[in-house]
């Protein structure tokens, strides 16, 4: 059975089945990064999410954050799934599993793949709160990207 | 022929997933002001262009059998 | 059923179960950290590992670490679960699940606990060699703690 | 009297986990040395004491009835 590292789905997340793609005997630490849906956000009420990918595009993005991240933590290993559809209060929209033969990189590239992930993969979130519905837009609060796309490693500055 | 694929609030906006535009050549830039023109696209300032799944810049150029992907500032995690 | 959010135990971790501990309506985000058993530790080969604890005092004192992490980061729910006796190679020793309304904190209070364990909770960690076995002392490389004990939070330096 | 556990290489020198000393009264200074030198424990520079599960000082009092307990460096995790 081939496992995809980097995939999105519509099904839940198992996050042991992420565990299990990374671990290696090699491994000292692993990190799990989940994403849940939350009910309250600044005094809104959710009742539900719906996430939408560019589906091709997207797993090739969270692949590129893999390579990045295998040239930053060479020893890691690394896998992340995000989930599509509807999602309700509690459910996973990703999950980020990092294996390490130490801690600190665990750690480091799992929460760099999360602020990665963020800027770079095509994937859009629609709150359906309490009294409407919006397409989330740029949750980092960048300005228009000055060179026209998202900043790559390796671009020049 | 190029195929132009719609995300998020674009694709509420038009109310299609993708547009088929008979167009032989084009840049990335011309093609977002056409676009933008046509369907009166909003936040289009903040939208970026994927072509065949890579993002592009405003002078690469979009020929007859290329995907592309209009991408509003994403909000995945 | 009332679950121990604060364990030493001698049974296999499960890690979904110490995720399920943290589960709140209002995480945006749950961290876990698993520390495993590595085989190859600067060129040296690990058979197996030993572990041991002051049962008692050591849950006191994960608890410790629990209360810390509520006053630096007040969102936060934290379980931990730590395991003794002999654990082989890519067995977990030790799981720490942390959930938060947001990202930022539930990294740092995951990585606060493992420092922390590391420096004031009574278990110790025989290494089984191809040839040979030892207690493993301080891992930190601390020198004797200055004032007889570790530094605990409230403390006056 | 007065219960001394034992962990980790203090336990494998002393051949036991637990020591019970008729004492009615000493600080915690004193009960190191006098552990040192009847048993030639090693690495007790760098041991704490814990009585009754918490961290304690050299100049703590121990008196008869608490549970004591040789803590070598930690190596948890």
């Known amino acids: 059975m081939k496992e995809k590292l980097f995939e999105i789905t519509s099904e839940p997340i198992k996050v042991d089945q992420l565990i299990k793609k990374v671990e290696s005997r090699n491994a000292g630490a692993m990190t799990t990064f989940i994403g849940t849906v939350r009910e309250w956000t600044k005094g809104k009420r959710t009742l539900y999410l719906e996430y939408q990918a560019y589906i091709p595009m997207a797993e090739k993005m969270l692949k590129t954050i893999g390579d990045e991240i295998q040239r930053k933590w060479p020893d890691t290993k690394i896998a992340i799934t995000h989930r599509i559809g509807r999602l309700d209060i509690s459910d996973i929209a990703v999950c980020i599993a990092v294996s390490s033969p130490h801690r600190k990189a665990a750690y480091e590239a799992n929460e760099y793949a999360i602020e990665r992930i963020k800027q770079i993969v095509p994937i859009w979130k629609k709150e359906h709160w309490e009294n409407g519905e919006t397409w989330i837009g740029d949750q980092l609060e960048n300005v228009a990207y000055p060179t026209g796309k998202p900043k790559m490693e390796g671009d020049n500055e | ?77």
């Open chain 2, 1 to 77: 022929m190029i195929t132009v694929l719609l995300f998020a609030h674009l694709q509420d906006e038009i109310g299609q997933r993708e547009l088929k535009l008979a167009i032989t050549e084009v840049t990335v830039k011309d093609l977002k002001q056409t676009l933008t023109e046509s369907y009166h696209l909003s936040q289009m300032e903040t939208t970026m262009v994927a072509v065949n799944e890579e993002y592009a810049l405003d002078h690469d150029v979009i020929r007859a059998g290329d995907v592309v992907a209009l991408i509003p500032p994403v909000s995945g995690g």
